[in-house]
């Protein structure tokens, strides 16, 4: 197949071109500002902003739309909300736009959780209820609301941190950097159920079988995924250190939100086969530079 992957300069765009280049397919990668990495370098590359391209590559199957903008954790006023809007919805809505005058039928477009927003409920699933998200998750929520209106065979996948060598930006990442460095790390309801990673590999794999089997199928879905397996925040944390050979020491600090963990049914009818939280994270921990 002939499949456009955005953003593939980026860490989960790079992991997933890279896989699918493995499995045989012709992949056109597109970037925008960071060049490409060499293993990509069997891709063929499309540099462009996406608000501003006239037509889509000719010939594509199918779309794998990676490439957005996202402030750091904790941070969400880090980026301005029109860059947000401009980078994330606009964009999106204008790669859909150009993909069905050019008659790609698929798009697998990677969402994160921020749309949900506010999460008052112990389960995160498929028809959990949207709740004043931030601005990021609002640019999100208006890319997957332009791929259900657009009549493309669409699927949202709605991440939670994402992790793998060369992950950035993320609470897994954090509490590995303060591990590294011999620092407390600081945990809030360390007794909650921890769920909220996925492993990139996972993703890729995923995602290439959706690829193959020919889906995503008619229609629109936005499905939530994480790692398999819950355990609480404080096992998370145990499991990271691990991986990387570290002691940890925790500041437990009192409960400032309600945890939860997320179910990944849904994702699970499409194939989806994750490693279980413990795994994923212990794997993580293994990976890159420690320090």
Not at 45 to 55: E, H, K, Q, S
Not at 247 to 262: E, M, Q, W
Not at 273 to 287: I, K, Q, S
Request: proline share 6%; aromatic share 4%; charged share 20%.
């Amino acid at each position: 197949m002939r499949i456009l992957v955005t953003g593939a300069s980026g860490f989960s765009g790079r992991v997933i071109a890279r896989r699918l280049l493995d499995e045989g397919h012709h992949v056109v990668a597109h970037h925008r500002r960071r060049p490409l990495p060499d293993d990509l370098a069997m891709a063929e590359p499309v540099r462009a902003d996406l608000v501003a391209i006239d037509a889509v590559p000719p010939g594509l199957d199918a779309v794998v739309h990676a490439a957005a903008t996202s402030p750091p954790t904790g941070r969400s006023d880090a980026v301005p909300t029109e860059t947000l809007i401009r980078d994330n919805a606009l964009a999106t809505a204008h790669l859909i736009r150009l993909c069905a005058e050019a008659g790609v039928g698929r798009m697998i477009y990677l969402s994160s959780l921020s749309v949900l927003g506010r999460i008052d409920a112990p389960s995160v699933d498929e028809n959990t209820h949207v709740s004043d998200p931030d601005p990021y998750g609002t640019s999100k929520l208006m890319g997957e609301q332009a791929l259900a209106a657009s009549g493309l065979a669409g699927l949202a996948i709605r991440l939670p941190a994402v992790i793998g060598s060369g992950a950035a930006r993320n609470w897994p990442v954090q509490v590995k950097a303060a591990i590294a460095a011999g620092e407390v790390v600081r945990v809030y309801n360390a007794d909650g159920p921890f769920n909220n990673v996925v492993h990139v590999a996972d993703l890729a794999e995923w995602i290439a079988r959706v690829l193959a089997a020919g889906g995503p199928e008619d229609g629109f879905r936005a499905v939530p995924v994480a790692s398999a397996e819950p355990v609480s925040v404080r096992q998370a944390v145990a499991a990271l250190a691990a991986g990387m050979g570290r002691a940890v020491h925790l500041d437990k600090a009192a409960v400032s939100r309600l945890g939860f963990s997320i179910d990944i049914g849904s994702a699970r009818s499409l194939g989806f086969t994750p490693m279980t939280t413990v795994d994923a994270l212990t794997r993580f921990g293994g990976e890159g530079d420690l320090g």
